[in-house]
T-cell receptor, first 110, second 114 residues
Framework: QKEVEQDPGPLSVPEGAIVSLNCTYSNSAFQYFMWYRQYSRKGPELLMYTYSSGNKEDGRFTAQVDKSSKYISLFIRDSQPSDSATYLCAMTSNDYKLSFGAGTTVTVRA | DVKVTQSSRYLVKRTGEKVFLECVQDMDHENMFWYRQDPGLGLRLIYFSYDVKMKEKGDIPEGYSVSREKKERFSLILESASTNQTSMYLC?????????????FGPGTRLTVL
C-alpha cells in the first residue's frame, strides 16, 4: 500500500464548476500538507501549504486537512481553463523529505 | 525570483551509456533532491543531499548515483542507462529554515533511453 493515495483521474469539468481533489494517507506522523500544481512540460510549483489540521483559503482555492480521517482536499471554485494542470498532494512529518501522491490531471473546458 | 535550472529539457541516450543530469539552484538552499516522475506513480525520490558532499538514498536509488561538490549544484548519474530509466527527471531544492518544507522544482529533463 502506498503511503499517499491520490486518484489520478483524469477529471474534466466545464468552466465555472467546482473542482474537488483529495488524497488519503497512512502515516499519522505527517504534519505538513501541500498541494502542488504542475502545468504540462513544467516542474511542480507550490499552490498551498497547511500545517496540521484545518482549512486554508487563498482566492479561489481552499485546502482542507482532516487528520482524524487521514484525508486532505483541495477545492477550486469558479474554475478557469488556466486551472487545467496536474495537481499533486505532498506531505511530510517534520523533515525535509516529501511523500507525493500520484497526481490528478484536471481539464477545465471553456 | 527563485530558480532551479536543469541542464537539458530533452535527452536521448542509448542503452549502456553513462548519463549525467545537472541541476543548479541560486537560492543558497541546503537540501537538493532528484526525483523521477512516471504516469500513475507520481514523484519518487531517487537521492537527496542535505549538505555539500553529503547524500542519502531515497526510495529508488538502484542504477543511480549522485554528486554534490558545490552547494548550488547537484548531479544525477546513470552509470549504465537502461530502457526502464526512461522517465521525467525532476530536481528540487529546499531550505531548513522555518519557512516550511516547500521544495522548489526545476523544469524537468525528459530522458529517453533507446
Amino acid at each position: 500500500q502506498k503511503e499517499v493515495e491520490q486518484d489520478p483521474g483524469p477529471l474534466s469539468v466545464p468552466e465555472g464548476a467546482i473542482v474537488s481533489l483529495n488524497c488519503t494517507y497512512s502515516n499519522s506522523a505527517f504534519q505538513y500538507f501541500m498541494w502542488y500544481r504542475q502545468y504540462s512540460r513544467k516542474g511542480p510549483e507550490l499552490l498551498m501549504y497547511t500545517y496540521s489540521s484545518g482549512n486554508k483559503e487563498d482566492g479561489r482555492f481552499t485546502a482542507q486537512v482532516d487528520k482524524s480521517s487521514k484525508y486532505i482536499s483541495l477545492f477550486i471554485r469558479d474554475s478557469q481553463p488556466s486551472d487545467s494542470a496536474t495537481y499533486l498532494c505532498a506531505m511530510t512529518s517534520n523533515d525535509y523529505k516529501l511523500s507525493f501522491g500520484a497526481g490528478t490531471t484536471v481539464t477545465v473546458r471553456a | 525570483d527563485v530558480k532551479v535550472t536543469q541542464s537539458s529539457r530533452y535527452l536521448v541516450k542509448r542503452t549502456g551509456e553513462k548519463v549525467f543530469l545537472e541541476c543548479v539552484q541560486d537560492m543558497d538552499h541546503e537540501n537538493m533532491f532528484w526525483y523521477r516522475q512516471d504516469p500513475g506513480l507520481g514523484l519518487r525520490l531517487i537521492y537527496f543531499s542535505y549538505d555539500v558532499k553529503m547524500k542519502e538514498k531515497g526510495d529508488i536509488p538502484e542504477g543511480y548515483s549522485v554528486s554534490r561538490e558545490k552547494k548550488e549544484r547537484f548531479s544525477l548519474i546513470l552509470e549504465s542507462a537502461s530502457t526502464n530509466q526512461t522517465s521525467m527527471y525532476l530536481c528540487a531544492s529546499s531550505t531548513f529554515q522555518a519557512a516550511g518544507p516547500e521544495q522548489f522544482f526545476g523544469p524537468g529533463t525528459r530522458l529517453t533511453v533507446l
